[in-house]
């Protein structure tokens, strides 16, 4: 008999869950992975996989192994690959339906708000970070290696933890000392005495909260903090940050040649001490497709230099063939195999997957094929996706990391995917071209008297474009071009 207060009851709850089969990840993955990349994925199958076989690339061979494989295969089928063949589904319908499981499993983590069990996928992308990680110091140990040195007290050493964790990608102080001593509950004085013993650590102007006293800290590790630069920089960060050397020199009652040297000399500091210590994101950019002319018409040649010919294996045919092995040994050389077909089956998925798309592009985006960039239209995801009949994250999966050869120069496949604007003609221009046109009108300008952001709206629309002033002074930043005022020549 139960307690007061307690009472037992039997209730039923349903609950939605997702598994992704171990394959269907790994076809994912394939999808996904660049060119150069895809080998590594592949030779991973390969070592782990007893039934697969890599092919040799040269002709004569691989037309022989393809001849014995075909009759292996009208000679050694077993009840255990029939049984196989009957339970799989068709390839090309499993992969949609796992992008549209994807999606909607998305769609249900975000509406959920968390609290989500921790899944096998989740000890994968968690595997997958700690194995990208790089070996390199980062800013951080660089820095804690440095406090090591020094016998410290608990609460001076936990405020320049917090610092130096507070730090961005440039080496700058994100927060004020304040705000930090505030959220920490250090007093604001022992904060202010950490980031004293941070700023005088290496690399120079580390921990500095604007670019002036960044490179203040660095003339004065050099013992040039009496130089004409660091009055400069000092007293006059301003007009130095316009190049005005006439005003200049007048204000700090020295020559022009003297003023030009000192900005030279302020050139050759690091604006942003951090970022040696930052990964580096560089890498060998191959090409997953080369689009060539071809008449009047455009040529597809995919990139499978990285791509490793596969076949299973005929000796583990025979031996299931035989009926000498175990059911155990049976059961696990007949899921290899499986698991080997559908590698092979993804492999050729992706490349097929990624021609579509690529031809697609080329008929969405043939004005840029035929005369370059300024000729770029809008293009959505959605729209490839309605054309080639598959998924919007099945398209943006296979366009990730991948790159295209054109005749006017290898893009991202992203690159082909952009918004746009309405013309006056009523055709429709994408924000790439517009950017090209607002990099021209400057690459022209007059610099004793460069156009300004509202100068620029004008031109454009005398070319059809009309934008708003906010959104050309956006594009122009993205450009890399500066405002008006700092292209000026006072020459």
Not at 174 to 198: F, K, N, R, S
Not at 253 to 258: K, L, N, R, S, W
Not at 424 to 447: P, R, W, Y
Request: with cysteine; hydrophobic share 35%.
């Amino acid at each position: 008999m139960s307690g007061p207060g307690f009472n037992h009851d039997l209730r039923q709850r349903q609950t939605q869950s997702l598994v992704l089969a171990p394959q269907l990840r790994h076809s994912l993955k394939i999808l996904q992975v660049a060119a150069l990349d895809l080998r590594s994925v592949i030779q991973e199958e390969l070592q782990a996989n007893p039934t697969l076989e890599e092919l040799p690339m040269d002709g004569e061979s691989l037309d022989k192994l393809n001849a014995t494989e075909s009759e292996q295969e009208g000679n050694t089928t077993t009840v255990s690959e029939d049984r196989a063949r009957n339970e799989e589904m068709d390839f090309n319908r499993q992969f949609e339906i796992l992008g549209k499981m994807d999606q909607d499993w998305r769609d249900h983590l975000a509406s959920a708000g968390g609290n989500q069990p921790y899944t096998s996928e989740d000890a994968e992308r968690r595997q997958h970070f700690f194995d990208s990680l790089v070996n390199e110091t980062s800013l951080q140990e660089h820095l804690m290696q440095q406090v090591a040195l020094d016998d410290l007290r608990p609460e001076l050493l936990n405020a320049l933890r917090h610092l130096v964790g507070s730090l961005d990608d440039r080496g700058y102080l994100a927060q004020p000392p304040a705000d930090i001593a505030l959220q920490t509950g250090l007093p604001y004085a022992t904060v202010l005495e950490a980031l004293q013993l941070l700023q005088s650590f290496d690399p120079p102007g580390i921990g500095s909260q604007t670019l002036a006293a960044c490179l203040l800290a660095q003339l004065k590790a050099q013992n040039r903090a009496d130089t004409l630069a660091a009055r400069m920089i000092r007293d006059q960060f301003e007009l130095l940050s316009r190049r005005r050397i006439p005003e200049l020199a007048r204000k700090l009652g020295a020559a022009a040649e003297d003023v030009q040297a000192a900005i030279e000399e302020i050139g050759k500091l690091d604006p942003a001490p951090g970022r040696r210590f930052a990964e580096d994101s560089n890498r060998v950019v191959v090409p997953d497709v080369t689009v060539e002319p071809d008449g009047e018409g455009w040529k597809i040649l995919l990139n499978s230099d990285y791509i490793p010919r596969l076949r299973l294996s005929s000796v583990y045919r025979e031996l299931i063939a035989k009926g000498t092995l175990s059911k155990e040994e049976k059961d696990y050389l007949s899921e290899r195999m499986r698991s080997g077909k559908f590698l092979i089956d993804s492999i050729e998925q992706r490349q097929r997957t990624i021609e579509r798309i690529t031809r697609e592009i080329i008929r969405a985006q043939g004005p840029f094929f035929a005369k370059g960039v300024g000729q770029l239209q809008p293009l959505t995801m959605t729209q490839i996706a309605d054309i080639v009949g598959v998924h919007e994250t099945t398209v943006s999966r296979a366009i990730a990391n991948k790159y295209m050869r054109t005749p006017h120069g290898i893009f991202a496949f992203k690159f082909f995917f952009t918004t746009g604007y309405q013309a006056e003609s009523g055709a429709s221009v994408s924000n790439t071209s517009v950017k090209e046109m607002l990099a021209d009108l400057v690459s022209i300008e007059d610099t004793s008297d460069p156009l300004s952001d509202q100068a620029l709206v004008v031109k454009l629309q005398d070319k059809g474009i009309t934008l708003a002033r906010r959104t050309v002074a956006k594009y122009r930043e993205e450009l890399g071009i500066l405002p008006s005022n700092l292209r000026r020549d006072y020459k």
